[in-house]
């Protein structure tokens, strides 16, 4: 089946620093692959849509300078939280969806789990 | 948009038991995906089972099944028989079809978390 993975699956960080998250597919090429964030005890929240060779398209409310999504190839997408506090604390998980014939399910990452001191 | 509903914020079953998960959702397109993912403590989403809207059918996967109702726009997911390793919190989630390609992400719903009672 398809894999993704992500790196690293947990960081802690002072505030004020910039933390990079990697997503990649493993066996599979991701046109698109999507961000999302959960806080505990709570659902998972789409964050935005990284596109390859394209800008990132984010939901609303999303800050797009805080949260920088570069989708520089077909395997590999990041996410970096820019100026982190303690409030972007949280659970973040990237998927991608199948290559191919899209069978409309996703495929997760471990997720990442980031903590601002 | 579309919305998501999991009344159940909770939900016991006894070890070996039916329980069913219920899942409401509202959306005006009339081709769209829906699914139980299931996040263990690792939380690790775990694909349960699925769904595509134009099927009529009910989708099962060994103990797990659904009660897929179109017009009354539910989604319930009854697991037989459950398992110690069933206890997780379980997410039923839309996604839209694009049939010329294109891909939207998922919308969850709040979750349920199931304990299982040994």
């Known amino acids: 089946g398809a894999v993704v993975s992500q790196h690293p699956s947990w960081v802690i960080c002072k505030s004020g620093t910039s933390v990079k998250i990697e997503c990649r597919s493993l066996?599979?090429?991701?046109?698109?692959m999507f961000w999302y964030r959960q806080f505990p005890k709570q659902s998972l929240m789409l964050m935005a849509t990284?596109?390859?060779?394209?800008?990132?398209?984010?939901e609303q409310g999303v800050e797009k300078d805080k949260f920088l999504i570069n989708h520089a190839s077909l395997t590999l997408s990041t996410l970096t939280v820019t100026s982190a506090h303690p409030e972007d604390s949280s659970f973040y998980i990237c998927?991608?969806?199948?290559?191919?014939?899209?069978?409309?399910?996703?495929?997760f990452g471990e997720g990442s789990r980031l903590t601002v001191l | 948009a579309q919305t998501v509903t999991q009344s159940q914020p909770e939900m016991s079953v006894q070890e070996a038991e039916t329980v069913t998960l219920s899942c409401t959702y509202d959306?005006?397109?009339?081709?769209?995906?829906l699914f139980w993912y299931k996040q263990p403590p690792s939380r690790q989403m775990i694909l349960v089972i699925r769904?595509?809207?134009?099927?009529?059918q009910n989708a099962t996967e060994n103990r797990f099944s659904v009660n897929f109702q179109k017009a009354a726009k539910s989604f319930s997911l009854k697991i037989s028989d459950s398992q110690l390793g069933d206890a997780a919190m379980y997410f039923c989630?839309?996604?839209?079809?694009?049939?010329?390609?294109?891909?939207?992400?998922?919308?969850f719903g709040k979750g349920t978390h199931l304990i299982i009672q040994p």
């Open positions: 989630a839309y996604r839209s079809f694009f049939s010329g390609g294109g891909a939207d992400g998922l919308t």
């Open positions: 769904q595509e809207a134009y099927k009529q």
């Open positions: 066996d599979f090429q991701a046109t698109t």
């Open positions: 959306t005006s397109e009339s081709d769209y995906y």
């Open positions: 990284s596109n390859e060779g394209s800008k990132a398209t984010y």
């Open positions: 998927s991608a969806p199948s290559w191919g014939r899209d069978t409309g399910e996703l495929f």
